[in-house]
Nanobody, 125 residues
Framework: DVQLVESGGGSDDAGGSLRLSCVISGNTYSSYCLGWFRQATGKEREGVASMDRPGNSAYADSVKGRFTISHDNAKNTLYLQMTSLKPEDTAMYYC???????????????????WGQGTQVTVST
């Protein structure tokens, strides 16, 4: 199994920045695809960013140019750097891991088996 624990959420004003962290543990997670997802109140969970093991990243159109996904192998930690925050970024953010992901749907939530408990991000106007 893979365990994921997020941290770093909080509140900020529009235009601000936050960095989310996700500590990952497990025997074989190094071969997994990793991703960040978010779910706003009353809405479906949506993919935000993903990174495969070679390090290729993908982003939702709504966050391109503002969010950056990265991974620190030495710390077994996945990050999501969020800048130019908007009120519509307000959501619970989750990190997730998948053993295999269809290349045409790397942000598809149904492909990810392992999930963290989430961390709340709130952006005010």
């Amino acid at each position: 199994d893979v365990q994921l624990v997020e941290s770093g959420g909080g509140s900020d004003d529009a235009g601000g920045s936050l960095r989310l962290s996700c500590v990952i543990s497990g025997n074989t997670y190094s071969s997994y695809c990793l991703g960040w997802f978010r779910q706003a109140t009353g809405k479906e969970r949506e993919g935000v960013a993903s990174m495969d093991r070679p390090g290729n990243s993908a982003y939702a159109d709504s966050v391109k140019g503002r969010f950056t996904i990265s991974h620190d192998n030495a710390k077994n930690t996945l990050y999501l750097q969020m800048t130019s925050l908007k009120p519509e970024d307000t959501a619970m953010y989750y990190c997730a891991a998948a053993r295999t992901v269809y290349a045409g749907d790397v942000l598809g939530k149904n492909q990810y088996e392992y999930w963290g408990q989430g961390t709340q991000v709130t952006v005010s106007t």
